[in-house]
């Protein structure tokens, strides 16, 4: 290949993006980093969630400027080229305050149901979004069931109530959202059980068991589904176990036969299910999954969103994720919160990064460490591409990918505080690569 064909973009702390060249190729030698010639899983692709206090940052920025963030997350030709995006049904912890889609106590026939306050805030967030790319494809996950539903009757902590009338209101509860949403001209593609199974919080949550998964996905949401005509698919997830205060989820062996194994060993569950979501301490459940249900599709569907401080050293972290995730299966990874005010408070309290800032006092979109982290995977690997297998010293650093197209794109990160020079192998040529301290490169061969 000519070095003149060779892209290559790396980002520092101090220059988040410079294209770099290739001068010539190297003389052969033991490389560092080479391509194996496997050929792994299809890539689905990239995208974050639309959430309340995103939507509420994001319109504090002037018109010009607002279009100019929507382009960058959402257009094809844009920084990130977003594919597949989330969404909550009902209040996520990034909503404005506590609701549900129906909290008429005891509709078990969802009269009540509406997704009026939806058209306020993630209706129009989503509508723009998908001006801008009409082949976006979206999935949903509750945070809690409507109040009435669970014991103690809450929003946060608990648990749903496990009576046969509250599980078919409940499965009936998905099947409103999805039609309500397709009353609105908005496909919901998958809809996720629940967020974050074992989250006990003071935020909107719901805790449940690998049984009751198993049980309400065989039992309830799938046959529910089906008797209405649905073609949603239906997903394990988002699976976040064992998170490190669960003791007693320690001793089930990382979350694999406590949640996936229970649920997907049973046929009749199984046959519903067409993939599986995971996120935070989900990431030590993964290999296990894929490795005994490789037919499956997988997504890491919640970034670790950091401590609203967006610094280089958490985007050194959020490389990592990446890596082991997709070197662990995935399909696609999604990032949380996309925009949001400085700092990234919750309604509940903390704090967490996001890819673009935009501060009240001075409205202008900036763009944080993550937002370039993103930017060397969605900017240059769309679906259709397949995770290609790499081997040598520097494989625990990189991803590559091939591209519909042909191309291979290389990712890769320096994480030490010096340059290191690597030798690539690409098929016979080798090229000497001048990686700068603490980077992340993208190179397309």
Known sequence: MDVKDIVWVSSTENEPWVSRSVESPAAEGAADLAFSGEIHQNIEGFGGCFNEL???ALNLLAAEDRSAVLHSLFHPEGDHKFSICRLPIGASDYALEWYSLNETDGDYAMEHF???RD???LIPYI???LKLNPELKLFASPWSPPTWMKFPRAYNYGTLRWEKEILEAYALYFVKFVQAYAGEGITIHQVHVQNEVVADQKFPSCVWTGEQLREFIRDYLGPAFEQHGLDTEI?????????PW????KQKDSGFDAYAHTVLSDPEAYKYVQGVGYQWAGKYGIQRTVQAYPELRYMQTENECGDGENTWFYAKYVFNLYQHYFTNGVNAYIYWNMVLQPKGRSTWGWEQNSMITVDPDEPKAVHNPEFYVMKH???????????IGLKGRW????????TPEGRRVLVIANPFKEARTILLANDETHYKLMLDAESFNTIIL
């Open 235 to 243: 997903w394990l997830g988002t699976i976040n176990a064992p998170e």
């Open 127 to 129: 509508r723009e979004a």
């Open 114 to 116: 509406s997704i009026e």
């Open 395 to 402: 494989t625990g650093n990189a991803l590559a990918f091939g």
């Open 119 to 121: 058209r306020k805030y």
């Open 377 to 387: 995977f969605a900017h240059f690997i769309g679906p259709g591409s397949r995770r």
């Open 54 to 56: 995103g939507f509420e």
């Open 246 to 249: 669960d003791e007693w989820m």
